[in-house]
């Protein structure tokens, strides 16, 4: 990725409420071909809907957003042609697996999208059944969605997205309730990714695997509005800033019979050296 890379996304100004709630508040942010984001910030502070914005389900009250140079308005996907070149270039993968599953099974969910965006089916059921297998879930093809485990839920909607290979991947909290292997399968894969090019922007308070999957963080701190913008090692080194943003949290513990108070990366594991 280079600076002279055509911008995948050009937001500008962007303010969006539901209803009365505001949920993004003068947003402005241009993401290149081949960049890899993370997006970081508290609960609530806007990430899914900045997502949700990128993948034109929902479009702002006010300012703009263009997708490959070109308006992303509700009027210009209302061109079937143009919604669907869209719809093959930009894949998002939901916070919440139930939002995103609708499918009676595993296997029309995985397949649906790219079958339905005009795919050749041959490499469809290939792509699907690689899906399944590079999470672990091929056993899970015949089951119903919404009767499967939160876990599971949120490996098929990855899998649904996995199946269409778009070249924008727009990723919500990926990691959130794997289990360590698919989450490790998972990064591997953001790495193969990464190596063909694609963008990748993922909303994520896994402070973890950060440095792993994106060279530029925006951080939202200030109420709805991103006010940090640089390579994940300045953000990430930025101690007192992450504690002000709540993206770490001081924790109280007990070691050896002793209560001490100190500061974990939030929300992951307690892995520390005493
Ligand atoms: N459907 C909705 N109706 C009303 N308000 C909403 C809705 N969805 C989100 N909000 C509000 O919009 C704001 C931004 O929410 P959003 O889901 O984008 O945050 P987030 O950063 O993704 O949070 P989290 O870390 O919890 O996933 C919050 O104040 C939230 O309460
Ligand atoms: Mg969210």
Redesign the pocket.
């Known amino acids: 990725m280079s600076q002279d890379s055509p911008p995948v996304f050009q937001v500008e100004h962007v303010t969006y409420a539901?209803?009365n709630?505001i949920?993004l508040k003068d947003i402005s942010l241009t993401i290149r071909a081949g960049e890899r984001l993370a997006i970081l910030?508290?609960?609530?502070?806007?990430?899914?809907?900045l997502l949700k914005i990128l993948d034109a389900l929902y479009f702002p009250q006010r300012g703009a957003v263009r997708a490959f140079g070109e308006p992303l308005t509700e009027a210009a996907l209302r061109e079937d042609a143009r919604a669907f070149a869209f719809r093959r270039r930009v894949g998002l993968v939901f916070?919440d697996p139930d939002a995103q599953l609708f499918s009676p099974t595993v296997w029309d969910e995985v397949t649906f999208a790219p079958l339905h965006l005009g795919l050749p089916r041959a490499e469809v059921i290939e792509r699907a059944e690689w899906a399944l297998d590079l999470l672990n879930i091929t056993k899970l093809r015949d089951r119903a969605p919404h009767r499967l485990s939160g876990g599971e839920k949120k490996k098929v909607a990855l899998a649904s997205v996995l199946s269409l290979r778009p070249e924008v991947w727009l990723l919500d909290?990926p990691t959130a309730s794997l289990d360590p292997r698919s989450q490790a399968r998972l990064l591997d894969f953001i790495g193969e990714l990464t190596r063909e090019g694609k963008t990748i922007i993922t909303?994520t308070?896994d402070l973890d695997i950060v440095e792993e999957i994106a060279d530029r963080v925006v951080m939202?701190c200030e109420e709805h509005e991103i006010t940090s913008d640089g390579a994940p090692h300045e953000l990430l080194s930025d101690y007192d800033r992450l504690v002000e943003c709540n993206l770490i949290h001081a924790h109280r513990h007990t070691h050896d019979g002793t209560e001490h108070v100190h500061h974990h990366l939030h929300p992951v594991s307690h892995r520390h050296a005493h």
């Open positions: 539901y209803n709630q949920a910030g508290a609960n609530g502070s806007g990430k899914s809907t916070q909290e909303a308070q939202f």
